[in-house]
T-cell receptor, first 114, second 109 residues
Framework: GAVVSQHPSWVICKSGTSVKIECRSLDFQATTMFWYRQFPKQSLMLMATSNEGSKATYEQGVEKDKFLINHASLTLSTLTVTSAHPEDSSFYIC??????????FGEGSRLTVL | DAKTTQPTSMDCAEGRAANLPCNHSTISGNEYVYWYRQIHSQGPQYIIHGLKNNETNEMASLIITEDRKSSTLILPHATLRDTAVYYCIVRVDDYKLSFGAGTTVTVRA
């Protein structure tokens, strides 16, 4: 099936620094990608919808200045966690849709903020 | 999105069929039913989706009732590697998926 790849798969950073996570669709073009966050023992929570060539749409309660999303090409969306703090430590997952109504997810990126 | 109701957990014997129920009584005519599973510390894996008709692929079968208010995911021959959290999701055209708590399936040898 279609492959969605995330990088890095895990990252540790100091409090106050910014971290960028990449999401790539490897064998298809994705005009829309989605970013989720998952805390331990909880389900996935949708953060934002990333649209190629336009601004991202954020879910209620998600700070757009905190979580910067850029979708500059049909195969790449990036999520930047700015001025990260320990409470931002989480599992971040992206997804992308193929042209056959199938939505595939990346492997996830585990962020730990010290 | 229509809400879904799934059992919190279920056990299944290795080699037997696993039948995972899902209720979505408020589903509307244009909403698809999607099934994903998540193995610990990995991203969700797409299993199958459907609108009205039953569907089958190499992983599973999806049985949707005629009134579309419930569905069943069938794993024909469960293996230990099928142990995961299984999510039943309904979505509208914008492809945003809202995840519930899912069903934790444990396959036992």
């Amino acid at each position: 099936g279609a492959v969605v790849s995330q990088h890095p798969s895990w990252v540790i950073c100091k409090s106050g620094t910014s971290v960028k996570i990449e999401c790539r669709s490897l064998d298809f073009q994705a005009t829309t990608m989605f970013w989720y966050r998952q805390f331990p023992k909880q389900s996935l929570m949708l953060m934002a919808t990333s649209n190629e060539g336009s601004k991202a749409t954020y879910e209620q309660g998600v700070e757009k200045d905190k979580f910067l999303i850029n979708h500059a090409s049909l195969t790449l969306s990036t999520l930047t966690v700015t001025s990260a703090h320990p409470e931002d430590s989480s599992f971040y997952i992206c997804s992308a849709m193929t042209g056959f109504e199938e939505l595939f997810f990346g492997e996830g990126s585990r962020l730990t903020v010290l | 999105d229509a809400k879904t109701t799934q059992p919190t957990s279920m056990d299944c014997a290795e080699g037997r069929a696993a039948n995972l129920p899902c209720n979505h009584s408020t589903i509307s005519g244009n909403e698809y039913v999607y099934w994903y599973r998540q193995i610990h510390s990995q991203g969700p894996q797409y299993i199958i989706h459907g609108l009205k008709n039953n569907e089958t692929n190499e992983m599973a079968s999806l049985i949707i009732t005629e009134d579309r208010k419930s569905s069943t995911l069938i794993l024909p021959h469960a293996t230990l590697r099928d142990t995961a959290v299984y999510y039943c999701i309904v979505r509208v055209d914008d492809y945003k998926l809202s995840f519930g708590a899912g069903t934790t399936v444990t396959v036992r040898a």
